[in-house]
């Protein structure tokens, strides 16, 4: 199956990613991806085409997204947090040190969903996962 989708960038500049595992595109299909990028260089877009993802990545960016919503965040916990993160630590330890794990970790959720938090998302996320303040490392 394919999927498209635009993107447009913090500067206002669009992206069209065009979205297929690699082992399902016959040969012929090559001139349409070429057709696609010739089409949004028209347009003044960038063209990207994306395979196969990694499924480990994909269940943690799934898992994150269930706390993407604004009442997930606690202001005053999300102060702990980002303090408690900033020069790195496991997951749990760091949510340890802001409180009760059961209230701390959809916030903590909130912010590596908002990147304020950042974790290596190629791996998956457990009790030790090493978790840093201020976005990707």
């Known amino acids: 199956m394919r999927r498209i989708f635009f993107v447009r960038k913090t500067d206002g500049t669009g992206v069209v990613v065009d979205v297929r595992p690699d082992d399902r595109i016959p040969e ?6 070429a057709v696609t990028a010739a089409a949004c260089e028209a347009a003044g877009w960038e063209y990207r085409r994306a395979g196969d993802l990694d499924p480990v990545l994909v269940a943690n960016v799934r898992w994150l997204s269930r706390y993407r919503h604004r009442r ?3 202001p005053g916990v999300a102060a702990v947090l980002l303090e408690a993160f900033a020069g ?11 409180g009760d794990r059961l209230r701390v970790l959809p916030v903590l959720f909130h912010l590596m969903w908002q ?19 201020g976005g990707s490392r």
């Open 28 to 33: 012929r299909d090559a001139e349409t991806f």
């Open 72 to 74: 997930c965040l606690v």
């Open 88 to 98: 790195g630590r496991g997951l749990f330890e760091g949510a340890e040190l802001a």
């Open 115 to 133: 990147r304020q938090l950042a974790a290596d998302l190629t791996a998956p996320l457990g009790t030790s996962t090493v978790v840093h303040a």
